[in-house]
């Protein structure tokens, strides 16, 4: 199924879920580039939620610009295989390579507003992050590396203590969302 199929015919969780759904077809619909960062105002993202296989634990990692712990996850670039990406970004910026996708369907849906940044020495004009996510299941054995240019820390840390460790108030929401949707709330 392509990437446009996968998001129309995603099952919105909730009422947030809906809305954003509206917002990213219509995104898709306007505009020609939303799959590349070309595109300043909103672009197409793709994230993994990594559990361990007892579903108690998250991978996380410290993400230098937001200062918080986050999912992994990174911009489309052109590439309509979105669980590819959201598959890649785990890998490089976590180490871990076991990584089994526990539904190749998109499991969480929202559209994610991005404060202006500087990266990479250049400003970053705030912007919206047109959200896809997936639940993965990773080896918790498995050593983890830091990708430096992108975070400062790695590590696997118990679900029910996630909004304790992260500072967006806005990820908050969309953590006890997928945790919530994954233990059937």
């Given at each position: 199924m392509n990437w446009i199929e996968s998001i129309k015919n995603y099952n919105p969780y909730n009422?947030?879920?809906?809305?954003?759904?509206e917002i990213i077809l219509e995104c898709?619909?306007?505009f020609y580039n939303v799959l590349t960062r070309d595109n300043k105002v909103a672009h197409i993202t793709s994230s993994?939620?990594?559990?361990?296989k007892t579903r108690d634990k998250a991978l996380m990692?410290?993400?230098n610009i937001?200062?918080?712990?986050?999912?992994?996850?990174?911009?489309a670039d052109g590439e309509k295989d979105l669980l590819a990406v959201a598959l890649r970004e785990v890998e490089e910026e976590t180490g871990?390579?076991?990584l089994m996708?526990?539904?190749e369907k998109i499991f969480s849906l929202d559209v994610l507003p991005v404060i202006g940044h500087v990266k990479r020495g250049e400003y970053v004009s705030s912007h919206l992050h047109l959200s896809v996510a997936y639940l993965v299941e990773g080896d918790e054995s498995e050593?983890?590396?830091v990708k430096a240019d992108e975070n400062s820390g790695v590590k696997w840390m118990p679900i029910d203590g996630i909004n304790k460790w992260c500072n967006e108030e806005h990820m908050k929401k969309v953590y006890e969302k997928i945790v919530c949707k994954m233990n059937d709330c």
């Open positions: 009422e947030q879920e809906k809305k954003d759904k898709i619909n306007k993994a939620f990594v559990v361990n990692v410290y993400h937001y200062n918080s712990w986050s999912w992994t996850g990174g911009h871990v390579k076991n996708p526990i539904s050593k983890l590396i």
